[in-house]
């Protein structure tokens, strides 16, 4: 168990729908990170965040939004879905270290666009 | 932010050490090494990091040659267990920037 945490677990939804996954970080982990994944695909970086602000932009789609609030959980909208949607989802939080840093994954949330 | 390369896929069998290279020709001066593992369905759970020679834990092991244009993951004696997804990255993630996942290298462990 990472410590990261993320609702729902699985989720089914149909094209055209808008959706909310949820991530509570590990305890006093300031960054949460956002991925997408595909099947037998690899990881895709979507978005950053740290201590409530965006700090970088992967390959986020203008449908997709995320935000992070005061006590430090984030949520990632996704809107307007399309089958191509469908996907694993991870959040991953850390906290700055030195010049290092370790990012510990939650167990995903599946989504499923029928 | 350092590109690298690894083995799309390895195989090997129960019992033997496995060493899988990562390339990262343009590593910077401030870039640690870090490797991943990922299950099935599960996130990716960190195994080891380090910035240069020899770095050991009770799971594996990392090799750094002295241009650190490259390196080695050593897993020892390995089980069915270790059949999973092994990602290389490189980068430095002080106060939050990000790192970056490539396709990782597809271990799969026989009997």
């Known amino acids: 168990d990472s410590g990261v945490t993320q609702t729902p677990k699985h989720l089914i939804t149909a094209t055209g729908q808008r959706v909310t996954l949820r991530c509570s970080p590990r305890?006093?982990?300031?960054?949460v990170y956002w991925y997408q994944q595909s099947l037998d695909q690899g990881l895709q970086f979507l978005i950053h965040y740290y201590n409530g602000e965006e700090r970088a932009k992967g390959n986020i789609l203008e449908r997709f939004s995320a935000q992070q609030f005061p006590d430090l959980h984030s949520e990632l909208n996704l809107s307007s879905l399309e089958l191509g949607d469908s996907a694993l989802y991870f959040c991953a939080s850390s906290v700055p270290a030195g010049a290092t840093d370790t990012q510990y994954f939650g167990p995903g949330t599946r989504l499923t666009v029928l | 932010l350092a590109k690298t390369t690894q083995p799309i896929s390895m195989d090997s069998y129960e019992g033997q050490e496995v060493n899988i290279t990562c390339s990262h020709n343009n590593i910077a001066t401030n870039d640690y090494i870090t490797w991943y593992q990922q299950f099935p369905s599960q996130g990716p759970r960190f195994i080891i990091q380090?910035?240069?020679t020899k770095v050991t834990n009770e799971v594996a092991s990392l090799f750094i040659p002295a241009d650190r244009k490259s390196s080695t993951l050593s897993l020892p004696r390995v089980s069915l267990s270790d059949t999973a997804v092994y990602y290389c990255l490189v980068g430095v993630n002080n106060a939050g920037n990000m790192l970056t996942f490539g396709g990782g290298t597809r271990l799969m462990v026989k009997p």
């Open positions: 380090g910035y240069k």
């Open positions: 305890s006093g982990d300031l960054s």
